[in-house]
């Protein structure tokens, strides 16, 4: 049981390049979320996705894109990146109000 | 402005002090969690409240839930340097499926 799992760990972008970080839950969660950290902000959610088949936007949606491919991954998608995007990527999952749980983090730098 | 005021931002003491760590908000909540995050890693739940009032105890963390449900605080004592993180709080505002996070309070105890 891997729980929450995020690819890659680390990645380096320039600016206006476009990356897809990679998000899988195998404790059959219906529930989904990607959250950036930056220092001082706590974490912002970006999207969600409650179910199969819904997304939907969170606090900080603009320049992301988002799809719930099954019921088991959630990826995020920077189509042109940006400085400002530099930051940590952490996924999550959960199963109605129970607890959270999150993944390791993908920390992304665009130069 | 954060809905999920946590303060203080930074806190250093030493190994067997005790502190306390508040979480405060305008908003009521329908229940509250307290994570712990540690450097490379993804935060991890440590306890939830549901009721006003409600009091936890886990080992020598204590947390309290306020009356009318708007804050809550976590006491530590005699901290010892594994204390050492990140500590966020985040709350489900609606009894929906988002959990909206506090700023953290970084917590440095030195031996």
């Known amino acids: 049981n891997a729980g929450v799992t995020q690819t890659p760990k680390f990645q380096v972008l320039k600016t206006g390049q476009s990356m897809t970080l990679q998000c899988a839950q195998d404790?059959?969660?219906?529930?989904m979320y990607w959250y950036r950290q930056d220092p001082g902000m706590g974490l912002r959610l970006i999207y969600y996705?409650?179910?199969?088949?819904?997304?939907d936007k969170g606090e900080v949606p603009n320049g992301y894109n988002v799809s719930r491919l099954n019921k088991r991954e959630f990826s995020l998608r920077l189509e042109s990146a940006a400085p400002s995007q530099t930051s940590v990527y952490f996924c999550?999952?959960?199963?109605?109000?129970?607890?959270?749980?999150f993944g390791p983090g993908t920390r992304l730098l665009v130069l | 402005t954060q809905l999920l005021e946590q303060s203080p931002q930074f806190l250093s003491i030493q190994e067997g002090e005790n502190l306390t760590v508040y979480c405060n908000s305008s908003?009521?909540?329908?229940?509250l969690q307290w994570y712990r995050q540690e450097p490379g890693e993804g935060p991890v739940l440590l306890v939830t409240?549901?009721?006003?009032?409600e009091v936890k105890k886990l080992k020598r963390l204590t947390f309290q839930f306020g009356d009318a449900r708007k804050d809550s605080s976590l006491h530590i004592t005699a901290a010892q340097p594994g204390d050492t993180g990140l500590y966020l709080c985040?709350?489900?505002?609606?009894?929906?499926?988002?959990?909206?996070f506090g700023g953290g309070t970084r917590l440095m105890v030195k031996p």
């Open positions: 404790m059959n969660h219906n529930s």
């Open positions: 908003s009521v909540f329908s229940s």
């Open positions: 409240v549901v009721t006003g009032g």
């Open positions: 985040a709350a489900d505002l609606n009894a929906g499926n988002m959990l909206t």
């Open positions: 996705s409650a179910s199969e088949g819904t997304t």
């Open positions: 999550a999952s959960r199963r109605g109000q129970e607890t959270q749980y």
